[in-house]
Protein backbone atom coordinates (compact mmCIF):
# COMPACT_ATOMS: atom_id res chain seq x y z
CA UNK A 1 0.00 0.00 0.00
CA UNK A 2 2.17 3.11 -1.41
CA UNK A 3 0.72 6.28 0.44
CA UNK A 4 0.28 9.58 -0.91
CA UNK A 5 0.09 12.69 0.95
CA UNK A 6 -1.99 15.71 0.42
CA UNK A 7 -0.62 18.94 -1.54
CA UNK A 8 -1.50 20.89 1.22
CA UNK A 9 -3.79 23.84 -0.90
CA UNK A 10 -3.05 27.09 0.49
CA UNK A 11 -4.54 28.61 3.11
CA UNK A 12 -7.20 31.24 2.48
CA UNK A 13 -8.14 29.93 -0.81
CA UNK A 14 -12.05 30.85 -1.53
CA UNK A 15 -13.69 27.42 -2.09
CA UNK A 16 -13.61 26.15 -5.35
CA UNK A 17 -16.95 26.44 -7.21
CA UNK A 18 -18.67 22.79 -7.86
CA UNK A 19 -22.17 21.50 -8.70
CA UNK A 20 -22.24 17.54 -8.58
CA UNK A 21 -24.70 14.95 -7.78
CA UNK A 22 -25.37 13.43 -4.42
CA UNK A 23 -25.42 9.89 -5.67
CA UNK A 24 -28.08 8.86 -2.39
CA UNK A 25 -30.96 11.47 -3.51
CA UNK A 26 -29.79 12.52 -7.09
CA UNK A 27 -29.97 16.30 -6.69
CA UNK A 28 -27.01 18.55 -7.53
CA UNK A 29 -25.27 19.83 -4.49
CA UNK A 30 -22.95 23.44 -5.40
CA UNK A 31 -19.95 24.82 -3.65
CA UNK A 32 -22.72 27.48 -2.69
CA UNK A 33 -24.43 25.74 -0.37
CA UNK A 34 -21.30 25.48 1.96
CA UNK A 35 -21.46 28.81 2.29
CA UNK A 36 -24.79 28.47 4.39
CA UNK A 37 -22.89 26.84 6.89
CA UNK A 38 -21.13 28.30 9.50
CA UNK A 39 -18.18 25.99 8.95
CA UNK A 40 -17.84 23.33 5.56
CA UNK A 41 -16.00 19.95 5.42
CA UNK A 42 -15.05 18.39 2.33
CA UNK A 43 -13.65 15.16 2.05
CA UNK A 44 -12.56 13.50 -0.84
CA UNK A 45 -12.66 9.79 0.26
CA UNK A 46 -13.69 6.58 -1.69
CA UNK A 47 -15.05 2.92 -1.22
CA UNK A 48 -12.50 0.86 -1.68
CA UNK A 49 -9.22 2.98 0.12
CA UNK A 50 -8.11 0.65 2.99
CA UNK A 51 -7.11 4.37 4.44
CA UNK A 52 -10.92 5.06 3.99
CA UNK A 53 -11.77 2.23 5.53
CA UNK A 54 -9.90 2.43 8.56
CA UNK A 55 -11.28 6.13 9.52
CA UNK A 56 -14.84 5.13 7.99
CA UNK A 57 -16.44 5.04 10.89
CA UNK A 58 -15.15 8.29 12.02
CA UNK A 59 -16.51 9.67 9.04
CA UNK A 60 -19.92 8.88 10.26
CA UNK A 61 -19.31 10.39 13.53
CA UNK A 62 -18.15 14.01 11.90
CA UNK A 63 -21.32 14.23 10.46
CA UNK A 64 -23.35 13.43 13.56
CA UNK A 65 -21.58 15.65 15.76
CA UNK A 66 -20.74 18.81 13.51
CA UNK A 67 -23.74 18.67 11.07
CA UNK A 68 -26.36 19.62 13.91
CA UNK A 69 -23.83 22.44 15.26
CA UNK A 70 -24.43 24.16 11.39
CA UNK A 71 -20.86 22.36 9.63
CA UNK A 72 -21.92 22.29 5.71
CA UNK A 73 -20.50 18.48 5.37
CA UNK A 74 -19.76 16.76 1.65
CA UNK A 75 -17.74 13.87 0.79
CA UNK A 76 -16.68 13.50 -2.85
CA UNK A 77 -15.65 10.49 -4.64
CA UNK A 78 -13.11 11.45 -7.60
CA UNK A 79 -11.77 8.17 -8.15
CA UNK A 80 -11.78 6.68 -12.06
CA UNK A 81 -14.71 4.16 -11.95
CA UNK A 82 -14.50 2.54 -14.87
CA UNK A 83 -10.92 1.49 -13.15
CA UNK A 84 -12.39 1.20 -9.81
CA UNK A 85 -15.42 0.03 -10.23
CA UNK A 86 -16.40 -0.78 -6.48
CA UNK A 87 -16.21 3.18 -6.50
CA UNK A 88 -19.18 3.48 -8.46
CA UNK A 89 -22.37 5.15 -7.99
CA UNK A 90 -24.11 2.41 -6.88
CA UNK A 91 -22.01 0.94 -4.93
CA UNK A 92 -21.10 4.92 -3.42
CA UNK A 93 -24.87 4.61 -2.59
CA UNK A 94 -24.64 1.46 -0.67
CA UNK A 95 -21.98 2.58 0.97
CA UNK A 96 -23.71 5.85 2.29
CA UNK A 97 -27.01 4.61 2.86
CA UNK A 98 -25.64 1.38 4.75
CA UNK A 99 -23.60 4.02 6.93
CA UNK A 100 -26.53 6.63 7.37
CA UNK A 101 -24.49 9.15 6.81
CA UNK A 102 -25.61 12.69 7.27
CA UNK A 103 -24.16 14.23 4.53
CA UNK A 104 -24.11 13.84 0.72
CA UNK A 105 -21.13 11.54 -1.27
CA UNK A 106 -21.08 13.04 -4.40
CA UNK A 107 -19.86 11.72 -7.89
CA UNK A 108 -17.03 13.62 -9.78
CA UNK A 109 -16.81 11.69 -12.39
CA UNK A 110 -15.11 14.55 -14.52
CA UNK A 111 -12.10 14.79 -11.99
CA UNK A 112 -12.50 18.36 -11.88
CA UNK A 113 -13.58 18.97 -8.68
CA UNK A 114 -10.39 17.05 -7.03
CA UNK A 115 -8.22 18.89 -9.47
CA UNK A 116 -9.70 22.74 -8.52
CA UNK A 117 -9.03 21.54 -4.50
CA UNK A 118 -5.81 19.94 -5.82
CA UNK A 119 -7.16 17.04 -3.83
CA UNK A 120 -4.46 14.14 -3.74
CA UNK A 121 -5.24 11.56 -1.87
CA UNK A 122 -8.40 9.64 0.04
CA UNK A 123 -8.92 10.43 2.65
CA UNK A 124 -8.12 14.04 1.86
CA UNK A 125 -9.90 16.74 3.69
CA UNK A 126 -10.52 20.77 3.50
CA UNK A 127 -12.34 22.90 6.43
CA UNK A 128 -13.32 26.19 5.18
CA UNK A 129 -15.02 29.01 7.75
CA UNK A 130 -18.46 30.65 7.19
CA UNK A 131 -16.53 33.49 4.59
CA UNK A 132 -15.08 30.09 2.62
CA UNK A 133 -11.71 31.24 3.27
CA UNK A 134 -10.01 27.73 3.74
CA UNK A 135 -8.41 27.39 6.66
CA UNK A 136 -7.34 23.71 7.06
CA UNK A 137 -6.19 20.96 5.18
CA UNK A 138 -4.45 18.33 6.80
CA UNK A 139 -4.97 14.96 8.48
CA UNK A 140 -8.46 13.62 9.84
CA UNK A 141 -5.70 12.54 13.18
CA UNK A 142 -2.34 10.20 13.26
CA UNK A 143 -4.37 7.38 13.39
CA UNK A 144 -3.15 4.91 10.30
CA UNK A 145 -4.03 1.24 8.91
CA UNK A 146 -1.88 -0.93 11.54
CA UNK A 147 -0.28 1.58 13.26
CA UNK A 148 -1.95 1.02 16.23
CA UNK A 149 -3.31 4.41 17.41
CA UNK A 150 -7.32 4.82 17.95
CA UNK A 151 -8.78 6.81 15.71
CA UNK A 152 -10.36 10.03 17.48
CA UNK A 153 -10.34 12.70 14.76
CA UNK A 154 -8.34 15.37 16.62
CA UNK A 155 -6.76 17.21 13.94
CA UNK A 156 -9.53 18.24 12.10
CA UNK A 157 -12.20 17.99 15.38
CA UNK A 158 -9.74 20.69 16.74
CA UNK A 159 -9.78 22.74 13.62
CA UNK A 160 -13.81 22.60 13.24
CA UNK A 161 -14.71 23.32 16.92
CA UNK A 162 -11.78 26.32 16.32
CA UNK A 163 -14.00 27.97 13.52
CA UNK A 164 -17.16 26.85 15.38
CA UNK A 165 -15.70 29.03 18.53
CA UNK A 166 -14.53 32.38 16.22
CA UNK A 167 -10.59 30.73 16.96
CA UNK A 168 -8.06 31.08 14.62
CA UNK A 169 -6.97 27.86 13.59
CA UNK A 170 -3.05 26.95 14.05
CA UNK A 171 -1.74 27.27 10.88
CA UNK A 172 0.81 23.82 11.84
CA UNK A 173 -0.73 21.12 9.93
CA UNK A 174 -0.04 18.17 9.20
CA UNK A 175 -0.56 16.53 5.59
CA UNK A 176 -3.13 13.58 5.29
CA UNK A 177 -2.22 10.36 3.88
CA UNK A 178 -3.56 7.77 1.97
CA UNK A 179 -4.28 6.35 -1.61
CA UNK A 180 -3.81 8.61 -4.30
CA UNK A 181 -6.75 9.25 -6.37
CA UNK A 182 -7.18 6.90 -8.93
CA UNK A 183 -6.80 9.57 -12.04
CA UNK A 184 -8.74 9.05 -15.62
CA UNK A 185 -5.66 7.11 -18.03
CA UNK A 186 -3.24 6.94 -15.02
CA UNK A 187 -2.46 10.60 -15.52
CA UNK A 188 -2.03 13.00 -12.75
CA UNK A 189 -2.37 16.56 -12.67
CA UNK A 190 0.30 18.70 -13.44
CA UNK A 191 0.34 19.83 -9.59
CA UNK A 192 2.12 16.59 -8.44
CA UNK A 193 5.38 18.33 -10.07
Known amino acids: ?21 DVVTGKTVSSRELSEGKAALVMFICNHCP ?6 D ?25 TYPQDDAENMRDLATTRRWRFPFLLDEEQDVAKSFRAACTPD ?3 FDG ?6 RGQLDESRPNN ?3 VTGRDLRGALDAVLAGRAVSSEQI ?3 GCNIKWKHGKQPDYFG
Not at 72 to 81: F, K, L, T
Not at 131 to 136: A, I, K, S
Open 1 to 21: MVATPSTMLPLGTQVPEFSLP
Open 51 to 56: FVKHVM
Open 58 to 82: ELGRLGEDYVPQGVRIVAINSNDVE
Open 125 to 127: FFV
Open 131 to 136: GGRLVY
Open 148 to 150: EVA
Open 175 to 177: PSL
